[in-house]
Each structure stands twice: as C-alpha cells, then as structure tokens.
C-alpha cells in the first residue's frame, strides 16, 4: 500500500526557511521513480514546484522557485526533501508531495511578518 506522508511546514517570517519532508512506504525508490512538489491554494489550480529522479540526479524546478528551493532525494531513507529558502509571501500554500498518482494529505506553509 503506497503512503506518502508529508511534514515540516509552518509559520515562517518572509526571509525564512523551511524544509520539507515527504516520506514514502509501499515502494522503494529505483531510477525511473519520480517524485513531486507540488502546491496548491484554496480555489486554485494545484502548481509544479519541483521534481525529482534518477534516484536525484535529476531535478526540475518551476521559474517561481528556482534558486530559492532544493529538492532532494534519499534512497535509505525513503524520503523526499523540499529545502525552502528566501521565502516569501506568494509560497503560501498547502504543499503535497505526488508519486505514480498517489498523494499525500499536504502539509501547510505559511510566509507572513
């Protein structure tokens, strides 16, 4: 049964960092798994952050957080990470982490003074 389970958000100052944790159970990860960020705001459309694969030699950031955002993959831990930096006000968002259709519950981060 594949379960992803994100964490790490928060309340943070504009400036701040925060990061991400998405932990995946059910399956490992091998090359061609991709893993995603994604956010999304109440009644909005769901947005690409990033994603990641070949076990983390590849990456894709969205132009809204490139240089600001790193994801990274950790096979032995099974766990996705989000570093977020520089963050500001518009990263406001529930952020989910996304796998071969599955998702997980979404974990909030807030940027405001």
């Known amino acids: 049964q594949v379960q992803l389970v994100e964490s790490g958000g928060g309340l943070v100052q504009p400036g701040g960092s925060l990061r991400l944790s998405c932990a995946a159970s059910g399956f490992t990860f091998i090359r061609t798994t991709v893993m995603k960020w994604a956010r999304q705001l109440p009644g909005k459309e769901r947005e690409f952050v990033a994603s990641?694969?070949?076990?983390?030699?590849?990456?894709e950031y969205s132009d809204s957080v490139k240089g600001r955002f790193t994801i990274s993959m950790y096979k032995a831990e099974n766990t996705v990470y989000l570093q977020m930096n520089s963050l500001k006000p518009e990263d406001t968002a529930m952020y989910y982490c996304?796998?071969?259709?599955?998702g997980g519950q979404g974990t909030q981060v807030t940027v405001s003074p």
């Open positions: 996304t796998s071969q259709g599955y």
């Open positions: 990641i694969w070949d076990l983390g030699g590849s990456k």
